[in-house]
C-alpha cells in the first residue's frame, strides 16, 4: 500500500472518463476545455490528483507515433506534474496501450491494475473498475485480445492512420467498448463494482473505493466504515471526488461558469 502524507490546506482529487476525441475531435473539443479550466482551478490547492482512466477515448502508443490532438490536455498535465503536484494515472479500457509515453514525456506514474493507497490514515483502492465483479463478461474476453501481445504486435504493423481510424470506429461503435451498456443503474444488489467491493471488505478493509467505467456518479455505503464512490464522467455530468484530508465527497464542475 502505497502512503502520502497530504500537506495542510491541500485536497486530493479524483476525476475519470472524459473520452476525449469521441465521438470526433471538434466535438469534444468543449468538454476539452472545460477539462483544462477544471485542472486549472483545482492546481491551487491540489495536492495528489488521480486520474482514472478513459482521458481519452483511444489512445495507443507505437514506438514513435501517439496519437493527434490533445494538446491542452497533456500541457496542463505537463505543467501540474512539473509544478510538482503528484499526478496518477490508471489505464481504463479506452486508453490501456499505455506504454511509457507519460511516464518519460509526463512524469506521471500509470497503473494498469487497481492500486491501494493510505493518505493521512485514511486507505483507498483506487481503480478504473472494467473486468472487475462477477459480471462485465463480455468485456473481459474483449480485454483479452486487446491485452494480448501478440495481437499487440499485429496492430502496431498497421499504419497508424489506418490502426487509429479503425481503433476509433471500434470504440464508438461498439458498445462494450464505447460504455454506452454501463449508462444506467443496476440497483445496490446488482452494481457489479459495489458487489467487487463488498467482497474485498471481506478480507480487509478499506475507507473508500473509487472507480470510474460506470459513466454515473454514485456514492454507497458498502458498510458503516466504508463507502463505494463512481466519478461519473466528462461527458454528461462533469463530475469528480474531492479529499481534504477528512471527508471525501463528489462534486459537479459547473459547465456554465466557464469561458469556451
Same mark, same amino acid.
Given at each position: 500500500?502505497?502512503?502520502?502524507?497530504?500537506? @495542510?490546506?491541500?485536497?486530493?482529487?479524483?476525476?475519470?472518463?472524459?473520452?476525449?476525441?469521441?465521438?470526433?475531435? /471538434?466535438?469534444?473539443?468543449?468538454?476539452?476545455?472545460?477539462?483544462?479550466?477544471?485542472? !486549472?482551478?483545482?492546481?491551487?490547492?491540489?495536492?495528489?490528483?488521480?486520474?482514472?482512466?478513459?482521458?481519452?477515448?483511444?489512445?495507443?502508443?507505437?514506438?514513435?507515433?501517439?496519437?493527434? %490532438?490533445?494538446?491542452? &490536455?497533456?500541457?496542463?498535465?505537463?505543467?501540474?506534474? !512539473?509544478? *510538482?503536484?503528484?499526478?496518477?494515472?490508471? +489505464?481504463?479500457?479506452? !486508453?490501456?496501450?499505455?506504454?511509457?509515453?507519460?511516464?518519460?514525456?509526463?512524469?506521471?506514474?500509470?497503473?494498469?491494475?487497481?492500486?491501494? =493507497?493510505?493518505?493521512? *490514515?485514511?486507505?483507498?483502492?483506487?481503480?478504473?473498475?472494467?473486468?472487475?465483479?462477477?459480471?462485465?463478461?463480455?468485456?473481459?474476453?474483449?480485454?483479452?485480445?486487446?491485452?494480448?501481445?501478440?495481437?499487440?504486435? =499485429?496492430? @502496431?504493423?498497421?499504419?497508424?492512420?489506418?490502426?487509429?481510424?479503425?481503433?476509433?470506429?471500434?470504440? +464508438?461503435?461498439?458498445?462494450?467498448?464505447?460504455?454506452?451498456?454501463?449508462?444506467?443503474?443496476?440497483?445496490? /444488489?446488482?452494481?457489479?463494482?459495489?458487489?467487487?467491493?463488498?467482497?474485498?471488505?471481506?478480507?480487509?478493509?478499506?475507507?473508500? =473505493?473509487?472507480? %470510474?467505467?460506470?459513466?454515473?456518479?454514485?456514492?454507497? !455505503?458498502?458498510? /458503516?466504515?466504508?463507502?463505494?464512490?463512481?466519478?461519473?464522467?466528462? +461527458?454528461?455530468?462533469? &463530475?469528480?471526488?474531492?479529499?481534504?484530508?477528512?471527508?471525501?465527497?463528489?462534486?459537479?464542475?459547473?459547465?456554465?461558469?466557464?469561458?469556451?
Amino acid at each position: 500500500m502505497t502512503t502520502l502524507d497530504l500537506p @495542510r490546506g491541500k485536497k486530493v482529487y479524483f476525476s475519470s472518463d472524459n473520452h476525449l476525441g469521441a465521438p470526433t475531435m /471538434e466535438q469534444s473539443m468543449p468538454r476539452e476545455k472545460k477539462f483544462v479550466a477544471w485542472l !486549472d482551478a483545482i492546481k491551487e490547492d491540489a495536492g495528489v490528483i488521480f486520474l482514472l482512466g478513459d482521458l481519452f477515448d483511444f489512445w495507443m502508443e507505437y514506438k514513435t507515433v501517439v496519437p493527434k %490532438g490533445f494538446t491542452r &490536455t497533456l500541457g496542463k498535465l505537463a505543467e501540474i506534474s !512539473d509544478a *510538482g503536484i503528484p499526478i496518477y494515472f490508471f +489505464v481504463g479500457n479506452h !486508453d490501456l496501450w499505455m506504454n511509457g509515453y507519460f511516464e518519460e514525456e509526463l512524469g506521471i506514474p500509470v497503473f494498469h491494475k487497481p492500486q491501494q =493507497f493510505n493518505i493521512n *490514515g485514511t486507505t483507498f483502492f483506487i481503480g478504473h473498475g472494467d473486468g472487475l465483479g462477477p459480471d462485465d463478461k463480455g468485456f473481459k474476453r474483449m480485454k483479452k485480445v486487446f491485452t494480448n501481445p501478440i495481437a499487440q504486435w =499485429f496492430f @502496431r504493423w498497421l499504419h497508424p492512420d489506418i490502426g487509429v481510424r479503425l481503433a476509433k470506429h471500434l470504440s +464508438v461503435s461498439n458498445k462494450l467498448i464505447s460504455g454506452d451498456d454501463d449508462a444506467n443503474f443496476l440497483g445496490e /444488489e446488482k452494481e457489479w463494482l459495489v458487489l467487487y467491493a463488498k467482497r474485498k471488505l471481506e478480507t480487509q478493509h478499506y475507507d473508500h =473505493f473509487i472507480f %470510474g467505467h460506470r459513466h454515473l456518479p454514485l456514492e454507497i !455505503d458498502l458498510n /458503516e466504515k466504508s463507502k463505494y464512490t463512481n466519478l461519473g464522467d466528462w +461527458v454528461n455530468y462533469y &463530475t469528480y471526488a474531492v479529499f481534504d484530508g477528512e471527508n471525501l465527497s463528489l462534486e459537479k464542475f459547473e459547465a456554465d461558469s466557464l469561458s469556451a
